[in-house]
């Protein structure tokens, strides 16, 4: 009964109140994902939500079962894209973890290089942007992100290590740097 009434209380007008039930439908049922219908809906109106509310709506989303056409993952594209150029780090790792299972499943090669060009950019300006830890687990993600490694050659400057960038950062973006060399690239990198 409890259930029923807080997966009724998802829809509430109040963004407050419908953040709060998801938060307490994920803890009193774990393992618990929003239906798609309600994904849907609350998608649209995610722009209505503060920066700590976003987290906890999109971890609440079952990506595996969002969407069934490639029509609909690029609806959800364009409903989260936005929320890739976002200040908080959390929202951008949200949006990046429910954007992951999205990518694998698209079969048509010219959405695919749609979606990369959209979500590159702003993940590589988080690279170059962001405090150490953040840009080190772009590093390690953006590869898993975007699928194709190779859509980042023209982007290889971005993965120069800075002279005041810690160790681990410095070993990977390296790490990318060498996966995404190529015979254009390499005489640039080299000198």
């Known amino acids: 009964l409890l259930s029923l009434h807080l997966e009724e209380t998802v829809e509430d007008f109040d963004e407050g109140v419908a953040a709060i039930a998801i938060v307490a439908l994920t803890q009193t ?24 509310q976003v987290p906890l709506i999109l971890s609440g989303i079952d990506a ?10 690029m609806e959800v ?14 929202v951008v790792l949200h949006v990046v973890n429910l954007l992951q299972p999205l990518v694998a499943s698209l079969q048509s090669s010219e ?19 962001s405090s150490p830890e953040i840009a080190y687990w772009y590093c390690m993600e ?7 490694i ?11 290590p800075a002279y005041y960038d810690p ?25």
């Open 77 to 90: 594209l364009n409903l989260i894209d936005g929320f890739l150029d976002d200040c908080s780090p959390s």
């Open 111 to 129: 959405m695919s290089h749609q979606f990369i060009d959209r979500v590159t950019n702003p993940l590589l300006f988080r690279i170059r942007h």
């Open 64 to 73: 595996e079962t969002l969407c069934n056409t490639e029509t609909e993952v």
């Open 150 to 160: 190779s859509v980042l050659n023209r982007h290889y400057k971005t993965f120069f």
């Open 29 to 52: 049922r774990p393992g618990y994902k929003i239906k798609q219908h309600l994904s849907m809906k609350l998608l649209k109106r995610l722009n209505d939500f503060s920066d700590w």
């Open 142 to 148: 953006i590869p898993k992100i975007i699928g194709d």
């Open 167 to 191: 160790a681990y950062l410095k070993a990977e973006k390296l790490r990318v740097l060498t996966t995404i060399v190529n015979k254009k690239s390499v005489s640039k990198i080299v000198d």
